[in-house]
């Protein structure tokens, strides 16, 4: 079966200090990935996604970027963060082009405090 | 570009009724999917229903039902018999089949009272 690991669960940072947010998925291969960004009480704003490896596409421009280094690792970095980057982050995955039917899956989210 | 719109910031209902949550969309996309997410106060996102743009009937999962006008570009989720266990934030979602981007609405908060 199909498993979604994002990792911390928590995590308070300076403003300045860099970031670095890992998703792995296992059980299947060449996913799709998504990166998210929740402001509190908010809608879920689309940063970045991925269909292959080294290709992603950014939604909103900032001070983030990701990368696919692997087919099912995704990385969301900053090289100094800012206040308004605080948030709760979320990874996700799903089937690729063709299979319309299938749910992205989510995993346990990322909330960052800038300090 | 597509878009997601939910205009209900937040909707009241009394236990055991039936609750209409509201999505509208826009793409240029003939092929799409969309998608209705529940999210808890846990932050998890768990996946309610899913709506293919070609599909002809309209979806159900257990108490949930999607109703799909693809005239009008609107899939109201569709909560019957509400349990307090509902209560939640939900998110409407589409993928196009073409670039495979997913964006979501800014959701709806659902409470349910006894």
């Known amino acids: 079966s199909q498993t979604i690991h994002q990792w911390p669960a928590t995590l308070v940072q300076p403003v300045g200090s860099p970031l670095s947010l890992e998703c792995t998925v296992e059980?299947?291969?060449?996913?799709?990935l998504y990166w998210y960004r929740q402001a509190a009480g908010r809608g879920l704003q689309l940063l970045f996604y991925s269909v292959g490896i080294g290709q992603i596409s950014s939604e909103v421009p900032q001070n983030l970027s990701a990368s696919r280094p692997q087919d099912r690792q995704f990385i969301l970095s900053s090289k100094k963060l800012l206040l308004s980057d605080s948030g709760f982050y979320l990874c996700?995955?799903?089937?690729?082009?063709?299979?319309?039917?299938?749910?992205?899956?989510f995993g346990q989210g990322t909330r960052l405090t800038v300090v | 570009a597509q878009k997601i719109t939910q205009t209900q910031p937040g909707m009241f209902v009394q236990e055991k009724e039936a609750v209409t949550l509201d999505c509208t969309y826009d793409?240029?996309?003939?092929?799409?999917?969309l998608f209705w997410y529940k999210q808890p106060s846990s932050g998890e996102m768990i996946f309610l229903i899913y709506q293919g743009s070609y599909d002809q009937q309209n979806a159900t999962e257990g108490r949930y039902s999607l109703n799909f006008q693809k005239a009008r570009k609107s899939a109201n989720l569709v909560i019957s018999a509400s349990q307090l266990g509902d209560s939640a934030m939900y998110f409407c979602?589409?993928?196009?089949?073409?670039?495979?981007?997913?964006?979501f609405g800014t959701g709806t908060r659902l409470l349910v009272s006894p």
């Open positions: 793409t240029s996309d003939p092929s799409y999917g």
């Open positions: 996700a995955w799903s089937e690729t082009r063709g299979q319309m039917n299938t749910e992205a899956f």
């Open positions: 979602a589409m993928r196009d089949i073409r670039f495979q981007k997913l964006v």
């Open positions: 059980g299947t291969s060449n996913p799709n």
